[in-house]
């Protein structure tokens, strides 16, 4: 694995690789030094075209525990708010020979064209309505530690599909690793054809009762340049999920920031069924494992003086 | 490929048992000691010393494991694919202040073990380390020297070191299998 573009490009045994070792991080952050030298000398550079809180501050902070040198830009105050465009943006921090680039940008393909550009491992931060992979990643790892495995399990994916790009890995990875999807929302917020990714489409929460998972989106008001609804009190009516439309056993997840009291109201947010504080805490050690199987597995660097455990031509002590 | 049986079954029961009482005879004081296997067969060696230790010392050592992945020097020069990635440290106790026994199953470069010394200080500052491997075959390229040996094995570098156990592979013994030449693949 060279890049982090999309769930798409990803195989079940390369989801599951990056899952068991998010959880050989989470031991890390139970260390009273929670830093590891791993990825030591080497340069990552994260680059936000969009606003993020959760996604830059843990890919930020995984960097820093896996003793990487870190430069993050905002777009804002930037020389991006000067005109400057996103190839020679990245020309020009490709300057600093970066290992790797963490990218979000409001584009579809943006991270793949970057990819082109340089020679660092790109990983895909979000990009505009297509893919956010480590959102999706960090969304099982949350959920294996809840429910060990997704196999038949079925999930809703409730709100704005249309707009989310969260919608859409998750929707791949949820499909990859054995689960049954089904999204659900107003007509007007769900994309024409989604079935075709191999999920079932509702328009009512009606069924509701049969999922296991209730994922649920954020209404997204900022991409929402024609009336996609009519008010938000009507799709409070019709979509909001709430204690009363939960069930006890269901999962309730939302990948932040929650509009309260929009498609979540307070008492679901804040109740047993939710695993939205697990979701934001899996994120920094799903997105250390993402930089450690990019950098130290998957890494093309010269080879320097071998380990104990790569002495030619074989392993010792470790019969094969 | 020719393999040849260095240590058997009951050779190996005997070598950990001298090795056990080596480190009692060493550390008078077992209070302070602790005893950290390296992952994998490591820590089930140390798993075996940390029992007969706490038979000759009448008292419960603090055992705990440790996976060196995070701190090797060749980190990106290859691809692990066969290494199983579910390994995580387990050290649930203070080191502070304690001897700690570091065991490995082989004793080769050294880097693993300054891999695994680094390691142990992000957990807290031992008093001592000690090391104890069931083989050392030589060859070193740090300055590491292991303070109990279960069996020095004069090697060559293309021969290989097998350290079997029963909890992993059924089996207690050590071999060492010589490399395949090109005319044993004609």
């Not at chain 1, 790009?165 to 999204?183: H, P, Q």
């Not at chain 1, 009336?227 to 939960?246: A, G, K, M, N």
């Not at chain 2, 080596?22 to 004081?29: G, S």
Request: hydrophobic share 40%.
């Amino acid at each position: 694995m060279k890049h982090l573009l999309g769930i798409e490009q990803l195989s079940r045994e390369e989801i599951e690789a990056i899952l068991d070792r998010a959880e050989s991080f989470a031991e890390v952050g139970k260390r009273d030094i929670k830093k590891v030298p791993t990825l030591r000398g080497r340069t990552i550079v994260s680059l936000f075209y969009e606003s993020s809180t959760r996604t830059s501050s843990s890919f930020e902070l995984a960097a820093k525990r896996l003793s990487a040198d870190l430069v993050s830009i905002k777009a804002a105050g930037s020389s991006v708010d000067k005109g400057e465009s996103l190839k020679d943006t990245v020309a020009t921090l490709s300057a600093y020979e970066p290992a790797a680039i963490v990218i979000r940008h409001p584009y579809a393909g943006a991270a793949q064209m970057v990819a082109e550009w340089s020679e660092a491992a790109v990983i895909n931060a979000g990009d505009g309505k297509h893919e956010h992979p480590s959102q999706a990643l960090l969304d099982l790892f949350a959920l294996r530690r809840r429910l060990d495995s997704l196999e038949g399990k079925k999930i809703w994916i409730v709100g704005d599909v249309l707009h989310s790009r969260v919608a859409r890995s998750n929707l791949i990875a949820f499909k990859a690793m054995g689960a049954e999807v089904t999204v659900c929302g107003p007509p007007t917020l769900i994309p024409r054809d989604i079935e075709r990714l191999g999920c079932a489409v509702s328009h009512s929460l009606d069924e509701l009762d049969e999922a296991d998972v209730v994922y649920v989106l954020r209404l997204q008001r900022e991409r929402m340049k024609e009336s996609f609804i009519p008010s938000i009190r009507e799709y409070v009516t019709h979509f909001q999920i709430d204690s009363r439309r939960l069930g006890p056993r269901q999962i309730l997840m939302h990948p932040g920031p929650v509009n309260r009291g929009i498609e979540l109201s307070g008492d679901a947010i804040d109740s047993p069924q939710s695993l939205i504080t697990e979701q934001v805490a899996s994120g920094l050690m799903v997105r250390m494992a993402i930089l450690y199987e990019l950098l130290a597995v998957g890494g093309e660097r010269p080879a320097p003086p071998v380990g104990d455990e790569s002495p030619p031509p074989t392993p010792i002590g470790q019969p094969a | 490929m020719s393999e040849k049986v260095v240590l058997q079954r009951d050779d190996l029961r005997r070598t950990l048992q001298r090795i056990a009482h080596e480190i009692a005879e060493k550390n008078p004081a077992p209070e302070g000691l602790a005893v950290v296997g390296i992952h994998t067969r490591g820590a089930v060696i140390a798993q075996r010393l940390h029992g007969l230790l706490g038979e000759l010392a009448a008292t419960e050592l603090p055992i705990g494991d440790i996976d060196i992945s995070f701190y090797r020097d060749d980190v990106g020069a290859k691809a692990p694919a066969a290494q199983p990635v579910v390994r995580a440290s387990h050290i649930d106790f203070d080191l502070t202040g304690r001897t700690v026994v570091l065991v490995d199953d082989v004793l080769y470069t050294g880097r693993t073990v300054r891999a695994a010394i680094e390691a142990l200080f992000d957990y807290g500052r031992p008093q001592r380390v000690q090391l104890a491997v069931l083989c050392d075959r030589g060859h070193r390229e740090l300055p590491i020297r292991p303070d109990y040996v279960g069996k020095n094995l004069p090697t060559a570098r293309e021969e290989r070191v097998n350290v079997r156990l029963e909890e992993l592979d059924g089996v207690d013994e050590v071999t060492i299998s010589e490399p395949q030449t090109a005319e044993a693949l004609a």
